[in-house]
């Protein structure tokens, strides 16, 4: 051992216990496959294959993103190898389109090189917000759907659009918590709920994570799934994040179902008053009163 | 080149800076050697930047690799003196050192983060306010909100190292095949014995170093397990000239612009290199109008006098990234093989403890240093297995 650091200094994550994988009686299933995990991956701006690695392990997850203009043919040693190793599921990606006809085309390539027909479609207006383009995007879902394309849909945090998009015969749909790599968390959760009341298919909560809490919020607020990607990538320590993200996916998913309690303006006591002692009761075994 | 006469010593094939560096420490450590490169020089040796930068690369989960670069940044002077006392040829090694700087206060927060772990190695770098880096490198925009100053991260010209290897393998007796390689000669015993050349001779050798860069693929032979697990990841540079007056920097200017990294690094010629882009892909070797927007828009936000600078020349390259980000070097376990590559971002500044280290080797002396903890057999456990350095002893 001759490096002054060894890799040891960073907090290790342990591997997922049996809490971070969904329970038998609460599947998740998208367009009638089940996956595993609730917590998807994105696999962009990784600093080594195999931190990813390591991220991936700790996370649990069943499924990552990739970029389709990003990745080339997967050769030894490259992402797409490392995923098939672990036998994790490629969900191909239209990042850096800007019109239906683009995510289209990509999504055909896509289709070719990687074998599925899942994509999960983004169509991006511009370079400073990486906001979704809400029109080209209904036109490219729309028709990724007529060429029989399983399709998650990359979109604003709009309860409508939300709506327009399953009406389209989208399999997901997965709303922003906020723009991508900002780690701003969930800016509007009002609308993320109003989403998740009002859709059938399963809502995916995409772009914003910044920390666990932002994943567990979105699990509470009722998404069925969260993706996270810088969150992770640009953590100091990927894998523990990943490992918490999995944690505050699966406790975010308890309490969502578990059912929280109502808010309450004043105090409720969880004890009844009957029976308590009062100061002048004289204290048992004769003692004086503090 | 037939397979009568005496054996070489050492064949080397793959004349990246990797690959000349070996040749030329080999033939000064005695041994006679061979080069097979159909054009040696060029590749990703030619469009790197030269960075020295043993403490800009090292980010969160690379500290393994801080003890290599340090040691490969220590061997940089005097590796350059004699490269220039053998062949009259200049390197251009610059030791100004390096300004890291953030274009707006989301780059800063991030800079000061990675500022705060480098220090925590104990690296030196200290953090600057805009004004102070400004008062450093007037050329510098007057919206760099801070950065840090890193003195020990110098550059070398590598495309004058490169013709200078050249130069100096050839006047030191290397013998210089100008052909392309195709696989590995394997004797009775299933040791390496030569190497077979595309025009269908072979080359016998007592020793075969590969340094392949991203083409291990198109070289036959080599056990599988020997390959180093190496991925091309395409990068563009760009080279411009200053011209009249216009203010360009004495330092490496490396910059965070909105969340990508970009740099120039400045020649003494007035020539300014602006890197640089990363892709996760391999050929083509095209260079995309996007790639070259991209960089002069983030140059320009760094350094507005760019704009009067001449564009002459973009060049596109294949770094051979690993899966720890880290070299692999050394003996493999089929005698007579030696494998070099996966020098990643930091090729230039390995090649001369790597090009020490391996004629060592096949002159009789194991790797011994930072370098040994990066051999070939720290992937056996499958791609990017865990037996990576500090974690193997």
Redesign the interface.
């Known amino acids: ?10 907090p290790a994550a342990p591997a997922p216990t049996a809490g971070t994988r969904e329970r038998p009686d609460d599947p998740f299933v998208i367009a009638g496959e089940e996956l595993p995990s609730r917590l998807i991956l994105g696999t962009g701006g990784m ?5 990813l ?1 390591g991220a991936l392990v700790a996370s649990g997850t069943s499924m990552a993103t990739v970029a389709v203009r ?4 997967g ?5 797409l ?2 995923l098939d ?1 672990l036998g994790i599921r490629v969900l191909p990606n239209t990042a850096g389109c800007g019109t239906a006809a683009e995510a289209l085309l990509t999504a055909r390539l896509a289709r070719e090189a990687f074998g599925t027909s899942w994509v999960k479609v983004e169509v991006i207006a511009d370079d400073d917000t990486l906001l979704p383009d809400a029109i080209e995007l209904i036109d490219a879902a729309t028709a990724l759907v007529d060429e029989g394309f399983t399709v998650l849909a990359y979109t604003n945090d709009d309860p409508i659009l939300a709506s327009r998009l399953e009406q389209a015969g989208c399999a997901a749909v997965m709303p922003l918590g906020a723009p991508i ?1 900002t780690g701003l968390g969930i800016r509007n959760p009002h609308n993320i709920e109003l989403i998740t009341s009002r859709i059938s298919v399963p809502v995916i909560l995409d772009a914003g994570i910044g920390t666990a809490s932002d994943a567990c919020l979105a699990m509470e607020l009722g998404c069925a799934g969260v993706l996270a990607a810088s969150a992770v990538t640009r953590a ?3 894998a523990l994040m990943a490992r918490a993200l999995a944690d505050a996916v699966s406790g975010g998913r308890a309490a969502a179902r578990a059912g929280r309690i109502p808010r309450r303006h004043l105090a409720e006591a969880s004890s009844p008053d009957a029976g308590r002692v009062t100061p002048l009761d004289p204290p048992p075994g004769g003692g004086t009163v503090r | 080149m037939a397979s009568t006469g005496a054996a070489p010593d050492v064949v080397v094939v793959g004349g990246g800076i990797v690959g000349l560096t070996i040749a030329w420490s080999s033939r000064q450590a005695g041994a006679t050697v061979a080069l097979v490169d159909p054009s040696p020089g060029r590749g990703a040796t030619w469009a790197a930047a030269g960075m020295l930068a043993p403490v800009t690369e090292v980010h969160f989960g690379e500290e393994p690799l801080v003890a290599l670069l340090l040691a490969a940044a220590e061997a940089w002077p005097s590796f350059a003196s004699g490269l220039e006392a053998a062949t009259g040829h200049p390197v251009g090694l610059r030791t100004e050192g390096t300004l890291v700087v953030a274009a707006d206060r989301s780059d800063r927060i991030a800079i000061d983060q990675v500022t705060l772990f480098q220090r925590s190695l104990g690296l030196p770098v200290t953090a600057l306010t805009g004004r102070e880096c400004r008062a450093l490198e007037p050329a510098l925009a007057s919206s760099i909100v801070g950065g840090a100053d890193v003195p020990g991260d110098h550059q070398v010209d590598n495309r004058l190292v490169a013709e200078a290897l050249v130069a100096a393998c050839t006047a030191g007796g290397v013998t210089m095949v100008a052909e392309r390689a195709s696989g590995l000669v394997v004797g009775p015993g299933g040791q390496a014995t030569g190497v077979a050349l595309a025009d269908g001779s072979t080359l016998p050798a007592g020793t075969v170093v590969v340094s392949l860069g991203t083409e291990w693929d198109r070289f036959s032979g080599i056990p599988p397990a020997a390959v180093p697990p190496v991925r091309p990841v395409l990068g563009v540079t760009l080279r411009l000239r200053a011209r009249g007056t216009a203010l360009v920097p004495a330092r490496t200017v490396r910059g965070l612009v909105h969340g990508s990294v970009s740099y120039l690094v400045p020649r003494a010629d007035g020539t300014v290199v602006v890197g640089a882009t990363a892709e996760e892909r391999g050929e083509p070797l095209e260079v995309t109008a996007g790639a070259v927007h991209g960089l002069l828009r983030d140059a320009r936000t760094l350094v507005p006098s760019v704009d009067e600078y001449a564009l002459v020349d973009a060049t596109a390259g294949l770094r051979p990234g690993t899966p720890d980000n880290g070299p692999v070097v050394g003996a493999t376990d089929m005698a007579g093989l030696v494998v070099a590559g996966g020098t990643y971002r930091n090729g230039i500044l390995l090649s001369p403890l790597i090009g020490r280290a391996v004629a060592g080797l096949v002159t009789g002396t194991a790797i011994a240093g930072p370098l040994a903890a990066f051999g070939p057999g720290r992937f056996a456990a499958g791609l990017g297995g865990r037996q990576v350095a500090g974690a193997t002893s």
Do not use: F, N, W
């Open positions: 051992m001759t490096t002054t650091a060894p890799r040891g200094t960073a600093r080594s294959l195999d931190e690695r990003r990745v080339g043919p050769g030894p040693g490259g992402l190898a490392l190793e790599g100091q320590h990927p």
